[in-house]
């Protein structure tokens, strides 16, 4: 494992993550990254949608059959919003520059998430409303890739992102 130079030995731990066996070497470079990435944060930009039932529907019946009736949540999008990230794994970065957020990244930008219904019932209640991520991205590609590979995310991401294109 001495053997490998540097740069081949992060590209194997941005796959495998903290299962990889480090040597000193290895650890001072990461380390050395991470702390350039706590000086300088990475910027993220991101727009959020917020599901509800429409009014008439909220307002007359607060619980539905959701297989007798064809209502839908309306999606109301917001304006881009940017956070500085640092010290929490991204999730998945496409070559396009979409990314597929972590459950870190996603709970440090919607608190509280929780969903409009559960899919297991069939009825639903059309008071309140959920939030989700529509489109988060970086302008800068190539730095964020950098962060990927020092801060490895292998578990799931939310794959249901519009690309910012």
Do not use: H
């Not at 706590?38 to 917020?50: D, G, Q």
């Not at 709970?107 to 529509?134: C, E, H, M, V």
Request: some cysteine.
């Amino acid at each position: 494992m001495n053997e490998l130079p540097e740069e081949i030995s992060l590209i194997i731990y941005s796959y495998v993550g903290n299962n990889f066996i480090t040597n000193k070497s290895l650890y001072t470079l990461i380390k050395d990254i991470r702390d350039n990435f706590n000086k300088n944060p990475i910027k993220l930009y991101y727009r959020v949608t917020r599901w509800r039932f429409p009014r008439k529907w909220a307002g007359e019946r607060n619980i539905i059959n959701r297989f007798n009736s064809t209502i839908r949540p309306n999606m109301k999008v917001f304006k881009t919003k940017s956070i500085d990230i640092s010290n929490i794994p991204i999730g998945i970065l496409k070559d396009d520059g979409t990314i597929y957020p972590s459950k870190f990244l996603e709970r440090k930008i919607l608190p509280k998430p929780f969903p409009l219904y559960d899919a297991s019932s069939i009825y639903i209640n059309t008071q309140g409303f959920s939030w989700s991520l529509y489109t988060i991205y970086s302008k800068n590609v190539n730095r964020c890739r950098e962060y990927v590979n020092i801060r490895p995310y292998l578990g799931p991401v939310n794959t249901w992102i519009m690309n910012n294109n």
